[in-house]
Structures are given as structure tokens and as C-alpha cells.
């Protein structure tokens, strides 16, 4: 994919190693000079210093063939203003960091792909390993899901999915196998040891750990 990253300060940066480690072509935005001279050395990515709300600075990075955008800077304002513009190029996925819980509606009335508060979901994160049985990824659309992960015990071994009975509004996803990753039907046979990976609404989540252990 060619992503574009702008505003690139430690959690930019981590993204980009990721991103670049998997073969991803990645162009970096920076406004400030001297972090811009610094990503340049240290990241194997393009670097462009310049403002991401400005039209030239986002063609010279090849916005018009970008496949992602990631507006990551530590100012809502300026993100918002970014957004619109990397809108008007039609960009096919644009994500954008969201500092202020509370604006995350802003962001979203833009109608890009998505608005993420990295407070929320660490503090999430963090509740539901404190609070849950299970080993819970991460709370998404606002708290009201989470994607659980659970190991399957001898009580779920060689059980078909179809006769596990979830409470309405749980499937289960994904089930990673000796190193293989399964994207299950109805007629698959769970084994002992499975890493599942269960999709569940917030309000039956408990249920859906107490079934599962």
C-alpha cells in the first residue's frame, strides 16, 4: 500500500516501522523541521517538510495515489482542517487521531474511515484486563463491542461452532491454529488449545466468557 503519515511524533513513528517492516511504501508529512531531518535519517520512509493542510505539500507526497491517510498530529484543530483536505482527493481510507475524546463526533461527521482517541483505548484496554476473565484486544465502536481473545479449554475441543451456543450479538471471528489463522464456518471443529478470537457487543461479553471458559 502507499500510506501517507502526517504529524509523525512517537506514535506516528511506531506506525511507520510497523507499516514499512511489512513491505508498505510510506511517506511522512512533518511541520517540524528538525523532527522532519531526524525521521529522514533514523525511518526508511519518504520524508516531506511541510504543513498537511496544504494542497502542494500533500500532492508532492503523492496524495493522489495514496491508498491510506494518517492524520496523526497532536492537534485536533489542525487534524480536522487536514482531513477535509486530504478529502478533497478522494482518498480512499483516511484515519485520523483524535487527542480530545470529546471531538470525536467532529471527526466523524467528516465521514472518514475512522477516529481514533488513543486515551480511550488504552484506558479501555487496561479496564477490561483488569476487570475481565479473558484476554480483551481492544473496545471499538465507542465502547459498545470488544474483541475478545481466549484460548479454548478441553470442554471446547473437537465442538463445532455451530453447537456453541453465544449469546446474540457474539461470533467467533477467528481462530489461530498452530500458527495458521482461520476464518471459520458454521461446520468447523474447534481443538483444544485454539486461540479464538470472539467479536461481541459490550453488554454480553461476561456471558460470552463464562460460556467460552
Known sequence: MYIIVIGC?????TLVEHLTAEDNEVVIVEKNEQKAKKFAEELDALVIHGDGSDGNILKDAGIERADAVAVLTE????????????KKF???RIIARVNDPTKEELFLGLDITAAISPNNVIVSYFKNAITQKGKSVVSIAKGKAEIIELTANEKLDNKKIKDITLPSGAIIGIICRNGEVIIPHQEEKLKKDDLLIVITKTEVSKDVLTMLK
Not at 9 to 13: A, M, Y
Not at 75 to 86: E, G, P, R, S, Y
Request: with cysteine; proline share 5%.
Open 90 to 92: 478522494d482518498v480512499p
Open 75 to 86: 492537534d485536533d484543530n489542525a487534524n480536522l482542517t487536514i482531513c477535509q483536505m486530504v
Open 9 to 13: 511524533g512517537s506514535l506516528g513513528r
